[in-house]
C-alpha cells in the first residue's frame, strides 16, 4: 500500500463537483441533486480493500446511522481499477455496503472522473459540503490509523458535520487525509498523483 495524503487541492467554499454515478446497492444514479435540502453532504472516497477504510469503516457506518435522522446527505465512492484489484469491483462494494449497514448510497466511479474533479488521492478522502454545495471541509476523520493505537472516534469530521448542521463554519484547521492511494486505471492518473 502507498502511504498517501488527501491533496486539500478542493478550496474551500468551492462550489462542489457534480456526478451521476450508479449506487451499487440500489442501481439508482445518484448525483448532488439526490440531496436536496439537505443542510449538507458528506461525499467520502473509500474502497473496500484498503487497511486504512478496514480500520475505520465501522465508524463510517456508525456516522451513517448517527446522522440519518439529521439533515445530512451522505454517499461514498470507489474508484479503484476494479481490473487490477478485483476487490473494490462493484459486486465486493455491494457486499460491504450490506455487511456494514451503510444507511448511504455507495457508488461506483468507473471513469474516475468523480474523484479527479474532487482531487481525491487517497481512500479514505472526506469533503463535506454546505447546503450551497460550497466545500466547507475537506481532511481527516480523525487522528488514527492503523496500528498507532489511537482510538477511531471521527472526531475532526464530526465536529466539521455538526458545525456546517448547525449553519457555522466547518473548524479552521484541517488535517489532511491519509490512506492508500486511489488505484488509477493504467494511463488515466491526474497531475496530482503523479
Known amino acids: 500500500m502507498a502511504r498517501t495524503e488527501s491533496t486539500m487541492l478542493l478550496k474551500l467554499g468551492e462550489q462542489?463537483?457534480?456526478?451521476?454515478?450508479?449506487?451499487?446497492?440500489?442501481?439508482?444514479?445518484?448525483?448532488l441533486d439526490s440531496f436536496e435540502g439537505k443542510k449538507g453532504l458528506l461525499v467520502m472516497f473509500i474502497c473496500a480493500h484498503c487497511p486504512y477504510?478496514?480500520?475505520?469503516?465501522?465508524?463510517?457506518?456508525?456516522?451513517?446511522?448517527?446522522?440519518?435522522?439529521?439533515?445530512?446527505?451522505?454517499?461514498?465512492?470507489?474508484?479503484n481499477d476494479a481490473v487490477n484489484y478485483p476487490d473494490?469491483?462493484?459486486?465486493?462494494l455491494k457486499q460491504m455496503a450490506q455487511e456494514l449497514g451503510f444507511q448511504f448510497p455507495f457508488c461506483y466511479d468507473e471513469t474516475q472522473e468523480a474523484?479527479?474533479?474532487?482531487?481525491?488521492?487517497?481512500?479514505?478522502?472526506?469533503?463535506?459540503?454546505?447546503?450551497?454545495?460550497?466545500?466547507?471541509y475537506r481532511g481527516q476523520l480523525?487522528?488514527?490509523?492503523?496500528?498507532?493505537?489511537?482510538?477511531?472516534?471521527?472526531?475532526?469530521?464530526?465536529?466539521?458535520?455538526?458545525?456546517?448542521?448547525?449553519?457555522e463554519p466547518a473548524p479552521a484547521r484541517q488535517k489532511p487525509s491519509m490512506g492508500c492511494n486511489i488505484k488509477w486505471k493504467r494511463g488515466n492518473e491526474p497531475a496530482f498523483a503523479r
Request: charged residues 30%; aromatic residues 6%.
Open 16 to 31: 462542489a463537483p457534480d456526478f451521476r454515478l450508479p449506487d451499487v446497492v440500489s442501481g439508482r444514479t445518484i448525483g
Open 53 to 79: 477504510v478496514i480500520h475505520v469503516r465501522e465508524e463510517l457506518a456508525r456516522i451513517g446511522r448517527d446522522y440519518a435522522d439529521k439533515s445530512l446527505g451522505i454517499v461514498a465512492i470507489s474508484a
Open 88 to 92: 473494490d469491483a462493484p459486486p465486493k
Open 115 to 136: 474523484a479527479k474533479a474532487y482531487a481525491a488521492a487517497c481512500t479514505p478522502d472526506f469533503f463535506l459540503l454546505d447546503e450551497r454545495r460550497r466545500l466547507a
Open 142 to 167: 480523525d487522528d488514527a490509523r492503523p496500528g498507532n493505537g489511537v482510538p477511531v472516534t471521527g472526531r475532526d469530521l464530526r465536529a466539521a458535520i455538526d458545525a456546517v448542521l448547525a449553519g
